[in-house]
């Protein structure tokens, strides 16, 4: 069993920066791809990044150059560094790890992005 815990969400001006963390639980965390989801008001979940545990990574073109998505397997967490936010940025993050059938999610952070 792996628990996944979010922090880092908050409120921001357009063009602010925040950077989410999602810290795992159990062992084997190296083993987990892992991504960052959105949903927003009214909106299906959407995916945002993942790094696979090789280390490869993968955005949704709205968020490239913008977003950074990393992982540090000797703290059990993966990052997602958010800049030059905007206020369709705005949902509540959610982090995924999945490996082979198991899959996990967190329970999310809010982040708004209004002046």
């Known amino acids: 069993q792996v628990q996944l815990v979010e922090s880092g969400g908050g409120l921001v001006q357009p063009g602010g920066s925040l950077r989410l963390s999602c810290a795992a639980s159990?062992?084997?965390?190296?083993?987990?791809?892992m991504g960052w989801y959105r949903q927003a008001p009214g909106q299906q979940r959407e995916y945002v990044a993942t790094?696979?545990?090789?280390?490869?990574?993968r955005y949704t073109d709205s968020v490239k150059g913008r977003f950074t998505i990393s992982r540090d397997n000797t703290k059990n967490t993966v990052y997602l560094q958010m800049n030059s936010l905007k206020p369709e940025d705005t949902a509540v993050y959610y982090c995924?790890?999945?490996?082979?059938?198991?899959?996990?999610w967190g329970q999310g952070t809010q982040v708004t992005v209004s002046s």
């Open positions: 995924k790890g999945w490996f082979l059938v198991m899959e996990y």
């Open positions: 159990g062992s084997s965390f190296s083993n987990y791809a």
């Open positions: 790094i696979g545990s090789s280390g490869s990574t």
